[in-house]
């Protein structure tokens, strides 16, 4: 059980184009979604909070207008990377809890590895 | 803010080898502390977690004890394996502004060979 889809798992694609990754809980409903970025042999950096039908929270840094998240439904959540550049490319984890809580475990997408030239 | 030290790598053992993956962390409050293991071409699974000091998580022979008191949550296995070769992240919950995010180490990568 607990088992978390993203798609694509890798894209490479053209500078300016924008990107959308999704993520989906597939026998769960995700209250909250998060999403992290993780450069080369570093590690993982959330980028933004995601809860269902409300808008994101972003961390310091992260601009809201370049990572556009959506969490329409409670098994969805989607990044488009809008505008991508290749300081953008890099690998992009999702996960996401059934209950809030801070000893609820979180359960990762496989990641989506994106490369911009 | 709250964070995770983890030792660096990599670390390399022959099978049949004790483990240890030292974790050491920071925390204003009380978090609960994860490990995650991230195998080959694979996102993060995880192996096991302490929500209280002195709790020991355990799963698939690896085990760490929340040790408030020395601030550390050591990852241990007896007798490792070539099939645990992967990277290994410790972590804690931080209070977002919404939700219970995770603060992570920057990740250990163990190499078993037979």
């Known amino acids: 059980g607990a088992v978390v889809s993203q798609h694509p798992s890798w894209v490479i694609c053209k500078s300016g184009t924008s990107v959308k990754i999704e993520c989906r809980s597939l026998?769960?409903?995700?209250?909250?979604m998060f999403w992290y970025r993780q450069f080369p042999k570093q590690s993982l950096m959330l980028m933004a909070t995601?809860?269902?039908?409300?808008?994101?929270?972003?961390e310091q840094g992260v601009e809201k207008d370049k990572f556009l998240i959506n969490h329409a439904s409670l098994t969805l959540s989607t990044l488009t990377v809008t505008s991508a550049h290749p300081e953008d490319s890099s690998f992009y984890i999702c996960?996401?809890?059934?209950?809030?809580?801070?000893?609820?475990?979180?359960?990762f997408g496989d990641g989506t590895r994106l490369s911009i030239l | 803010g709250d964070s995770v030290t983890q030792m660096e790598g990599p670390v390399t053992l022959s099978e049949e080898a004790f483990l240890t993956i030292n974790c050491t962390y920071t925390?204003?409050?009380?978090?609960?502390l994860f490990w995650y293991v991230q195998y080959p071409g694979e996102g993060l699974q995880l192996l096991l977690k302490?929500?209280?000091?002195?709790d020991k998580g355990s799963n698939k022979g690896f085990e760490a004890t929340y040790r408030k008191e020395t601030t550390s949550f050591h990852l241990e296995k007896g007798s490792v394996q070539v099939s645990d070769s992967a990277v290994y992240f410790c972590?804690?919950?931080?209070?977002?502004?919404?939700?219970?995010?995770?603060?992570f180490g920057k990740g250990t990568s163990l190499l078993v060979t037979p």
């Open positions: 996960s996401a809890t059934t209950q809030t809580g801070n000893n609820q475990p979180q359960h």
């Open positions: 026998d769960f409903q995700a209250t909250t």
């Open positions: 995601s809860n269902e039908g409300s808008k994101a929270t972003y």
């Open positions: 925390a204003t409050g009380y978090p609960s």
């Open positions: 302490a929500t209280k000091a002195d």
């Open positions: 972590a804690l919950t931080r209070n977002s502004n919404s939700g219970y995010a995770l603060n």
